[in-house]
Every structure is written in structure tokens, then in C-alpha cells.
């Protein structure tokens, strides 16, 4: 299993920018899928974007596209979620997860979760 720390969310105005890290605890880092998921108050958890273990694959929510950026450092073994162009509709809290080698969107796939950090936009 890996422990995933997520940190770096906060209150922004709408327009702004905000950088998400997580923070993995795996002895092999790169044999692992990431992605990002958030969940808004009386919203069921949502997909934002993924990256594949050798991040050539990076699939994101339409409503993200252009605006959201995933990376990963394997060197640090730390994942990052780069927010541009905030919205008030992007207000949730945001998960980090991981699985072992192959990338999806669903969240069910996923057994290895952080504690989540809460991003709020301000209109």
C-alpha cells in the first residue's frame, strides 16, 4: 500500500491559481497511477485528472481542460494538481489517489486515498 498526503488548498478568488501537491509513501512510486478526484457538498466524488506511471498519459474532466495540470515528480515522489483560471464551481474538497500500474477514471478502482484538502473559490 502507499500513504498519501495532500496539501496546498485554500480560499482564492475566482480567476486565480492554486498549486495541489500529495505526498507518496511507496517504495516504488513509479509502478503506481495517480490521480486527482474532488467532491463537492452534496456531490458524489468526481473524476479531474490522471497520470499514468510514465505520465505520457494525462486525461482530465472536460470541465477542467485548459485550465488543470497534472504532473508528477517520481524523484520526489510527489504528485501535483496546478489550478489556473479558478471558478466558484471548482469549490470542493480534493483527493489524491493511487492504484497500482494501470490509469483510470473511477473512482471504485481506487484503494489508496489521502485525507483530502479543501479548495474554496470566491466568486
Not at 486565480?16 to 467532491?39: K, P, V
Not at 486525461?59 to 489556473?84: C, E, Q, W
Request: glycine share 10%; with cysteine.
Amino acid at each position: 500500500q502507499v500513504q498519501l498526503v495532500e496539501s496546498g488548498g485554500g480560499l482564492v478568488q475566482a480567476g486565480g491559481s492554486l498549486r495541489l501537491s500529495c505526498a507518496a509513501s511507496a517504495r516504488t512510486f513509479t509502478n503506481y497511477a495517480m490521480s486527482w478526484f474532488r467532491q463537492a457538498p452534496g456531490k458524489e466524488r468526481e473524476f479531474v485528472a490522471g497520470i499514468s506511471q510514465s505520465g505520457d498519459d494525462t486525461p482530465y474532466a472536460d470541465s477542467v481542460k485548459g485550465r488543470f495540470t497534472i504532473s508528477r515528480d517520481n524523484a520526489k515522489k510527489t504528485l501535483y494538481l496546478h489550478m489556473n483560471s479558478l471558478k466558484p464551481e471548482d469549490t470542493a474538497v480534493y483527493y489524491c489517489a493511487a492504484r497500482l500500474l494501470l490509469l483510470t477514471t473511477r473512482a471504485l478502482r481506487y484503494g489508496n486515498w489521502g485525507q483530502g484538502t479543501r479548495v474554496t473559490v470566491s466568486s
